[in-house]
């Protein structure tokens, strides 16, 4: 079975690796953390409090909140899983960047503006304003449905290293205390500084996170001892195969092609930046539209050479393979999901193993963090805020921390339970944290399209599109769609954003106009 030994009821756990992690490894990965955390307390001495903990008072610079777009959609699934990408010799990954750039300009030119003129903290709040509150609410709960998915998924895999560093062993006890030990850190500095603590942590962790993954490359290059025009022929070769070995692959089955990029990764994105409060609320904290604009498009710009360069570590280490041979012998990795892993923990020096380490959990924080602050914001502002008890700034502001702490909890307990999941679906990793998020996607951004580009549409047919996204997505499932058809049959993930996220648009399209009276009795 693919990704056996990183399942917790796997009957073998992985040989520890033999370079170990001496020292020096563990005084670097500590000291990092130790930053991470001392960057919160001193955010925190702003005691913001009320709307300023979730939009840091509307004062971020923009070439910072970029850069925290860019960490928070990085991810530990992009640390491990694009370079098993690029083992495999799927460039096509890159072709996402398209749909990305088409969704950030659809963000940037109508999204943010109607943010701002809103007034939101929370952006199911203009759901709210167009369809009524329990529009709004019913948005707000399938976004937290879809992160908990989502994040609980990243969370399972930034601990699969930590559980192999610390405890020589990623069976069930020793994962799940990785997993703990993760959330804690990252809840800690979150729960003290708001949003502002975890867009400054998050443009330390991108630093961290580009330089180590650079400091890899140059290593991997020097020990392949291959002339770069033979780099750049195998490369060639290898993608080459790839693409011959999937030409007769059905169109619904490929994930990354250039109609995908066009389509179900225009909408993938559109819903992350648009639609999910783990990215948009970021673009609220500039100081006006213009600056938010800015921000979402220049991040997706600076995330096309950090993607590649995630790819690359992953081609040179097939070359390096295939010249030295297979990195650890003893651990099983036909699909390549721990190949940079092992890399790190098996021939990197000494220092540099742990400086590696530090960048792989900076990808992990600077996602966890984000996406607990989101959670908390649309608790308060979806639910609290709309109850019959309104609390003053500082009592709202100690109620958000205790809400971080159950959300790390939940999100704690799903990853705990990814291990399975992911080990039954035999998906990429990447992949897989990618289409798990779908669920929430689909109906989300068929709701905001209609709201924001209509004059049609209901709660009522809202609500009725955010459940029929999930339900459409489910039935697209290999393992549903299996059972369903009798065939073994998979559609990928674009696939299955685009055609869920087409229907649930038409669902919300199909209401009538609210009436601004009935809004209001809301």
């Known amino acids: 079975m693919p990704f056996s030994i990183l399942a917790t009821h796997s009957p073998t756990p992985a040989a520890p690796p033999a370079g170990g992690f001496a020292v020096l490894d563990w005084a670097i990965l500590v000291a990092y953390l ?116 989502a994040s609980g998924a990243r969370l399972f895999i930034v601990a699969i290293p930590f559980s192999l560093v610390a405890f020589n062993d990623v069976s069930g006890l020793s994962l799940a205390m990785s997993i703990l030990l993760i959330a804690v850190v990252a809840s800690a500095y979150t729960m003290a500084g708001g949003i502002r603590a975890v867009i400054w942590t998050d443009v330390l962790q991108a630093v961290v996170v580009v330089g180590t993954v650079l400091v890899a490359l140059v290593i991997l290059l020097d020990r392949i001892e291959m002339p770069l025009d033979g780099v750049l022929t195998a490369m060639d070769d290898r993608i080459k195969g790839l693409a011959a070995a999937r030409a007769d692959e059905p169109w619904i089955q490929q994930p990354y092609t250039l109609l995908t990029a066009f389509v179900g990764f225009t909408l993938f994105n559109l819903a992350a930046f648009g639609t999910d409060q783990d990215l948009a609320q970021r673009l609220l904290t500039c100081r006006n539209a213009r600056s938010g604009t800015v921000a979402v498009i220049l991040s997706q710009v600076l995330s096309w050479p950090v993607v590649l360069l995630f790819l690359l570590i992953g081609m040179l280490l097939f070359i390096h393979e295939q010249m030295h041979g297979t990195i650890m012998p003893g651990v099983p990795d036909a699909q390549g999901q721990k190949v940079f892993l092992l890399f790190i923990l098996n021939e990197m020096p000494t220092g540099l193993r742990g400086l590696l380490m530090a960048g792989l959990f900076a ?58 999941w992911q080990s039954s679906s035999e998906l990429p990793l990447i992949d897989f944290a990618l289409g798990v998020m779908v669920y929430a996607y689909a109906g989300l951004v068929g709701v905001f399209l209609c709201a924001l580009f209509t004059r049609r549409g209901n709660a009522i047919s809202a609500m009725a599109a955010l459940l029929v996204g999930i339900i459409m997505v489910a039935l697209m499932e290999p393992a549903l769609w299996t059972w369903w058809t009798g065939e073994e049959w998979t559609i990928a993930f674009p696939w299955r954003m685009t055609f869920a996220s087409t229907v649930a648009f038409l669902v919300c399209l199909a209401g009538p106009p609210v009436r601004t009276s009935a809004i209001e009795a809301d």
């Open 34 to 149: 130790v930053v991470v955390l001392v960057i919160g307390a001193i955010v925190s001495r702003r005691k913001e409090q009320g709307t300023d903990f979730f939009l840091a008072g509307r004062s971020m610079p923009t070439w910072a909140v970029a850069i925290s777009v860019l960490a928070t959609a990085l991810s530990a699934a992009t640390f491990i899983g694009g370079p098993q990408l690029g083992y495999l010799g799927s460039f096509g990954y890159l072709l996402a960047s398209i749909g990305g750039l088409l969704a950030v300009l659809i963000v940037g030119l109508w999204f943010v503006p109607a943010f701002y003129r809103a007034g939101v903290t929370s952006v199911y709040e203009l759901v709210g304003s167009r369809f009524g509150g329990p529009a709004q609410r019913a948005s707000s709960v399938v976004f937290m449905f879809g992160r908990l998915l």
């Open 363 to 420: 990808a992990a924080m600077s996602s966890l963090d984000s996406v607990l602050n989101a959670l908390a914001s649309t608790t308060v502002a979806d639910f609290v805020r709309r109850g019959s008890r309104q609390l003053d700034p500082g009592s709202e502001t100690r109620l958000t921390r205790w809400i971080i702490l159950a959300w790390a909890v939940l999100l704690s307990g799903f990853a705990i339970g990814c291990a399975a």
